[in-house]
């Protein structure tokens, strides 16, 4: 009697199957399709000794280098990654981020649904002051793409700021517009929301759904991420998360006016604008910073144009030479990253094929495939680890909520283990190598903005002197490490720890433990 019902069932479940493969097995083709080709540098008039040099000056001069990729003439010439960094994990892009919700607006008014002098508080109605200043009522779209608002600073918008009452959208309208619009540069990731939030007014969709079908799926970007704003709307300004060679692909789209594949993918007319200074940001020469503004892209040095976040994320796009360069990184000299692309890769690159160099391409790749971040100096053991191994290091109260510490030095792999109010952590500690896993000690990084929940650690320790053990965490989907340093001294445990960056301090108060009374 049910055969015929159960039969149907298994047909609708086995349809679905067959769609959900065929989707999957579309989707991983189109990523594979999209993937940029190889080759040898000297194929694109690069020689592999040249960009020997600048991996070498990169490894030793930055402190933290995340990835590198140059592609050249459309073709990948060298790519490397910092272990415990690889290419199959996505990087928070921080403000790298504002060029593609550029790429949105870019889309948005191609389709005729909006334009670069529609006001702003058009949109917004009902979050409007109900009577706008002159200044507020005279800003544009346009205004909020080249950071021209008007703002003398940007309003108070974070996405982890838990005690915001009013929508971002409400912050943003009623703050102050001292300025005409369109006659003072602010910096302003509050404006690159704003853009965001009038993308998914008028289209109906967040940014980064709206980009999904338009760019990341032809560039066959795999599960892009972005971060909302507590209302649901993308945040904008930052928060997505990519892989390096994502990032090399939208270069090579704004790089060739828009082009993929030999189709339009973002309209040639908006490339052209939104690299092009639409505003002055100063007058130094030698600063990537004084160069202009465009949409949501800054102008560089040499003729160029870039994408860029915070602590050292780039898509450098370098027209002449035609070539782009992806990187990653957490420093907090931007400049001196990209001084580095200007004097040791910039001369390397010559108009035309250069002789190949097997053992030179060798070298290359094998110095690429070994990058690794700094590892914490010092020696694999001490005399004192195993009077230590095993007690427990009692903390008085402190704002990081760290109760107990514990060092398991008899292990294979060695531990540390960490007790805070949320519970207990075993985080194995790698010895010249890195560990990975989630739900680990970050020693506060998890509350930065941008970090993903249940952020991926990498950690390594040794002893850099006989009574101090040094633990290094990375955060490998971010530019975030944290070294900590824990002295031995007698029954006192004194743990001073420093992030590599941060959006203020990066050095942590000093905490002191005391062996349990009962050890």
């Known amino acids: ?130 009577e706008p200043s002159v200044n507020l009522r005279s800003m544009r779209v346009r205004d909020l793409l080249r950071m021209n608002t008007g703002n003398q600073i940007e309003a108070p918008i974070r996405v982890d700021d838990s005690k915001q009452t009013d929508t971002w959208v409400k912050t943003f309208l009623t703050h102050a517009v001292p300025f005409k619009p369109g006659t003072h540069f602010l910096y302003n990731s509050p404006a690159t929301y704003m853009l965001s939030a009038i993308v998914q007014k008028v289209t109906g969709m967040t940014v980064l759904d709206y980009l999904r079908p338009r760019l990341f799926d032809p560039l066959g970007f795999k599960d892009p991420f972005w971060i909302s704003s507590p209302q649901g709307i993308t945040a904008g300004a930052y928060g997505l998360s990519i892989r390096t060679e994502e990032i090399a692909r939208f270069g090579e789209v704004y790089l060739h006016q828009g082009m993929w594949n030999g189709k339009q993918l973002v309209p040639a007319a908006w490339v ?18 004084d160069q202009g503004y465009g949409y949501q892209f800054w102008r560089s040095r040499h003729n160029s144009f870039r994408g860029d976040g915070a602590f050292g994320q780039f898509c450098m796009v370098i027209p002449e030479l035609d070539a782009v360069v992806a990187i990653t990184s957490g420093v907090r000299n931007m400049q001196q990253v990209m001084n580095l692309v200007w004097d040791k890769l910039l001369p390397a690159m010559k108009p035309g094929r250069l002789p190949e160099n097997a053992a030179a391409r060798r070298q290359l790749e094998s110095r690429l495939a070994s990058l690794k971040v700094k590892f914490p100096g010092g020696s694999a053991s001490s005399p004192m680890s195993s009077s230590v191994s095993g007690k427990w290091f009692e903390f008085p109260e402190n704002n990081r909520g760290i109760t107990a510490v514990s060092f398991d030095f008899n292990s294979t792999p060695q531990a540390l283990v960490i007790r805070t109010a949320a519970g207990e952590t075993r985080m194995t500690i790698g010895r010249g190598t890195w560990t990975n896993s989630r739900g680990q000690f970050t020693n506060g990084l998890d509350r930065a903005l941008s970090v993903p929940a249940n952020p991926l650690v990498a950690a390594g320790g040794a002893w850099s002197a006989e009574d101090t053990f040094t633990v290094k965490i990375v955060l490998s989907e971010t530019p975030y490490y944290s070294t900590m340093n824990f002295k031995f001294d007698g029954n006192r445990l004194l743990f001073d720890s420093e992030h590599n960056v941060a959006f203020g301090p990066t050095k942590l108060p000093q905490l002191i433990g005391v062996v349990r009374a009962s050890e």
């Not at 049910?2 to 039969?7: E, K, Y």
């Not at 590198?68 to 490397?80: D, I, K, S, T, W």
């Not at 981020?97 to 870019?106: C, N, Q, R």
């Not at 052209?272 to 910073?289: F, L, R």
Request: include cysteine.
């Open 272 to 289: 052209q604008q939104a690299t092009a200074i639409q505003t002055s940001t100063g007058s130094a020469p030698m600063s990537d910073w």
């Open 1 to 130: 009697m049910n055969t015929p019902r159960l039969n149907k069932a298994a047909a609708a479940v086995l349809l679905c199957l067959i769609v959900f493969s065929a989707s999957s097995a579309q989707k991983s083709a189109s990523q594979k399709s999209a993937s940029l080709p190889r080759s040898s540098p000297e194929q694109q008039g690069i020689a592999s000794a040249d960009l020997l040099a600048f991996v070498d000056a990169a490894d030793k001069e930055v402190d933290m280098m995340n990835s590198f990729m140059l592609v050249r003439h459309g073709h990948v010439v060298a790519e490397g990654w910092w272990a415990p960094y690889d290419r199959d994990t996505p990087h928070v892009l921080y403000s790298l981020s504002k060029s593609f919700t550029s790429t949105a607006v870019g889309f948005a008014i191609a389709e005729g649904k909006l334009n670069l002098d529609d006001p702003v508080t058009k949109f917004f109605p009902d979050e409007a002051p109900a």
